[in-house]
């Protein structure tokens, strides 16, 4: 550091390069993503060499923090306790045990499809607004100000909370019944019925508002056809379009997840934690067996290593004879654990195929509304189409008309000429030519109608 005491002015270039090394240090904290430390020291080395400070008014605590990644999120564990968190990424990944790219699936920012993801430890799903991350143990909700968010932690809490096992019936008409199992369902089945229950009753709510303002509309466009309730019918076409596409697209995901038994292996966290915690066991009892194996021999070694018989201890047998059998037991658990784990294929199956029903009927309730739509369109084309050939008709009629009256005018024309005639000597000539000529344009007039009619042009 430059000993500025003593001088009033500061040099131009003294200035320069002291900003240049600020704006140095700035671009290597923003990019390189370094403690605030480098920055302010920076900021103290320059304030303290010109005895001023370059950002006046400007707390140092207020730039921005960059790659901390931080974002709300709610916690509901298996207590139906929720809180909400503040988690960076990096610690959503290690706690849960999932990719960068799992979790990019989550971001509000980028737009994916809907998608349901087993891993190791956890549950990706991303279905609507529903984000989420559903491990053995709770729930990672994406915290965002939509009402299913809210709805889905009081769902899961009531289930949670319930004195019984409870599982939802699901219904496509909105009601909702719960009944009793007799059999274990594991936490994350629970998380993900929720998850479904919440997405299909907002889809069926949207479906039937939609249907709710469908019909009036299209039996009034029926009635009566105006510019205004075409443009109400052409929004919501679209509407019902958008919706279209969005339960389509979860309808299947949901039915690729159940063709594939590995997907929904995946998904069983609570048996795969099972597994884990008891193959940590076994061979914690493995090693401890070779240990009491080892120091028995070596105890009969010790005492009489050529005549004496490998004899061990009754307290070392007894604890041989205990670890045998809870080796024993784990293995036989293990074994009857891997039978559940084809039962609990089939329990998911099965939870998956009642809300792939429920979506699948939403999905057919909008087809025939569009149905409906298209019928109604069909039937205003129809009557556009009919009274486009009325239009025809007597276009053709007065087509007819007015080729009768120019004959007429000709022969007017024609007598009207100024020459002398002998003919025209007589007054009653004129009005016999007159009378003459118009019943000729009459005849003539239904001449062609009746050769319409024969032709099958005209429809009378």
């Avoid at 060499?49 to 923090?65: A, C, I, N």
Wanted: charged share 25%; with cysteine.
């Amino acid at each position: 550091m430059i000993d500025m005491k003593g001088k009033e002015e500061i040099p131009t270039d003294l200035w320069g390069r002291k900003m240049a090394k600020l704006k140095n240090t700035s671009n290597i904290y923003m990019h390189c993503n370094i403690s605030n430390t480098l920055y302010i020291d920076a900021l103290c080395e320059l304030s303290a060499s010109t005895s001023t400070f370059p950002f006046q008014g400007m707390d140092v605590l207020e730039f921005p923090e960059t790659g901390q990644g931080l974002r709300s999120w709610i916690r509901v564990d298996a207590s139906a306790n929720s809180q909400a968190l503040e988690i960076d990424k990096l610690t959503i990944i290690r706690r849960c045990g999932i990719s960068t790219r799992d979790l990019r699936i989550l971001d509000p920012l980028f737009v994916y499809p809907p998608t349901i993801l087993g891993r190791e430890k956890a549950i990706v799903a991303n279905l609507e607004k529903m984000r989420c991350i559903i491990t053995a143990d709770e729930v990672l909700l994406l915290n965002s100000l939509d009402r299913n968010v809210l709805q889905y932690v009081m769902e899961l809490q009531k289930r949670l909370r319930s004195t019984g096992v409870a599982e939802l019936n699901p219904g496509g008409s909105g009601s909702r019944s719960f009944r009793s199992t007799s059999s274990y369902s594991p936490f994350e089945f629970r998380a993900l019925a929720v998850v479904l229950d919440v997405v299909s009753g907002s889809l069926d709510s949207e479906a039937s508002e939609l249907e709710m303002e469908a019909y009036p509309l299209l039996d009034e466009l029926t009635s009566e056809v105006s510019t205004f309730n075409l443009e109400r019918v052409r929004g919501l076409k679209s509407g019902l379009v958008a919706l279209t596409r969005r339960i389509r697209k979860i309808r299947d995901e949901v039915e690729n997840i159940m063709d594939d038994n590995e997907d929904m292996a995946e998904m069983y966290l609570t048996e795969k934690k099972r597994k884990m915690e008891s193959s940590s066991l076994i061979s914690d009892d493995q090693s401890s067996l070779v240990g009491i194996f080892r120091s028995n021999e070596g105890a009969s070694e010790a005492s009489d290593p050529i005549i004496c018989p490998p004899v061990s201890s009754p307290s070392g047998s007894r604890s041989l004879t205990k670890n045998s059998s809870s080796l024993r037991s784990r293995r036989k658990s293990m074994m009857m654990s891997s039978e559940n784990t084809a039962k609990s294929v089939e329990e998911l199956e099965s939870l998956l195929e009642a809300y792939f029903v429920v979506i699948d009927s939403i999905l057919n309730k909008l087809i025939t509304l569009k149905q409906h739509i298209d019928d109604t369109e069909n039937f205003l084309n129809i009557q556009l189409n009919h009274l486009r050939n009325r239009l025809i008709q007597f276009e053709l009629l007065l087509t007819s008309a007015t080729f009768v009256l120019a004959i007429f005018g000709i022969i007017i024309g024609i007598f009207g000429i100024n020459f002398p005639v002998p003919l025209f000597n007589d007054s009653h000539t004129i009005k016999l030519v007159l009378i003459i000529t118009s019943i000729c344009g009459i005849i003539l007039y239904c001449a062609l109608v009746c050769f319409y009619k024969w032709r099958k042009v005209l429809l009378l």
